[in-house]
């Protein structure tokens, strides 16, 4: 009786045994399942993630933008490793498309070439004129600028000036020698280095009949440049100034004082040697620029509409 008891423990036992096996290996199972599932549910939570904690910067370089934690995992074996998600995640990085990396010049060059180009072609050309209208020394001044103008389809157009002409009204030609006293100044120093070549062909003239040699005079010379301009604004080529005097009023005006004067006068001539030898040329230029009674000598040029004007003022 006793023997059958243990046995009937012994096997109840053993059934226990199985039971507690067969459950074991059940849940083992489900677990190595389990695990896996998982695995795989934090794997698309980590690409998810990093899809929206990362942001693109150029064309390569991935920027993170949220600091990662480290995440326990669990092993198969049931251990447990710590793993940062940035170790999880590279392989998902590195196979990012590249389609968001794609720069706003590179999208602005795609718009660019899809738009169609317009072309434009030539459609007529003219020329127009255009007139200005100033006043000097109560001279009307009138500049007629000619323009071509050429018309494209697209109403675009090319202006290109292709003349220009001046016309001057000398009728009204109102200067006093006050008016004109500024500009002859200015003309006479910026024409010193002529005025002087002037004065070397006289006193070389001068030298060749044993006479002395004349000195340039400043304001002989802001006199005589007076002089020149007022034949360039109003076109009379005369010893008779414009409001009807003598030459030598011009002296006056300038309260320059001498005891004899002498003027010479000349147009057309383009510079020093060549106006010098013409006067040389005419007697009565000629005596002037030899006469014992001077001691001075004040030069002048003054250029307008394409003509120069001369002039020689002598004094002692």
């Given amino acids: ?26 849940l083992g199972v489900s677990y190595i399942f389990l695990d896996k599932d998982t695995n795989v549910k934090e794997k ?10 990362y942001e693109l910067d150029g064309q390569d370089d991935i920027i993170p933008i949220l600091d990662k934690e ?36 590179e999208v602005k060059k795609e718009e660019n070439s899809s738009s169609p180009s317009i072309s434009k ?12 209208v100033s006043y000097k020394y109560g001279v009307k001044i009138t500049t007629t600028n000619t323009y071509k103008v050429d018309t494209y389809s697209d109403g675009s157009e090319d202006k290109t ?36 070549e002037v004065l070397n062909h006289v006193n070389n003239y001068r030298s060749e009949v044993g006479e002395n040699n004349l000195t340039l005079d400043n304001n002989l010379s802001i006199a005589a440049t007076i002089r020149a301009l007022e034949m360039a604004y109003t076109d009379k080529f005369s010893h008779t100034r414009p409001d009807g005097s003598n030459c030598f009023t011009v002296l006056d005006d300038l309260g320059i004082m001498v005891f004899t004067s002498g003027e010479n006068i000349a147009y057309g001539y383009n510079n020093a040697s060549s106006v010098s030898k013409g006067w040389r040329d005419s007697e009565g230029h000629y005596k002037n620029m030899i006469d014992t009674n001077f001691n001075k000598i004040g030069v002048g040029m003054a250029q307008l509409d394409g003509y120069k004007y001369w002039v ?3 004094s002692n």
């Fill in 1 to 26: 009786m006793k023997n059958s008891v243990i046995n009937l423990k012994k096997k109840i036992l053993l059934v226990i045994v199985i039971i507690l096996l067969i459950i074991l290996a059940v």
């Fill in 44 to 53: 698309e939570y980590i690409d998810i993630i990093e899809k929206d904690n």
């Fill in 70 to 105: 480290d995440e326990t995992v669990s092993n198969e074996d049931g251990s447990e490793t710590k793993q940062n998600e940035d170790d999880k995640s590279e392989e998902i990085i590195k196979t990012e498309t590249k389609k968001d990396t794609t720069t706003k010049e």
């Fill in 121 to 132: 072609t030539f459609v007529s050309s003219k020329n127009i004129n255009e007139d200005s």
């Fill in 161 to 196: 000036k292709i003349s220009s002409k001046t016309i001057y009204d000398k009728t009204t030609f109102n200067a006093t020698s006050n008016d004109l006293k500024s500009e002859a100044s200015t003309i006479a120093s910026k024409n010193k280095s002529i005025y002087q």
């Fill in 312 to 314: 020689q003022l002598f």
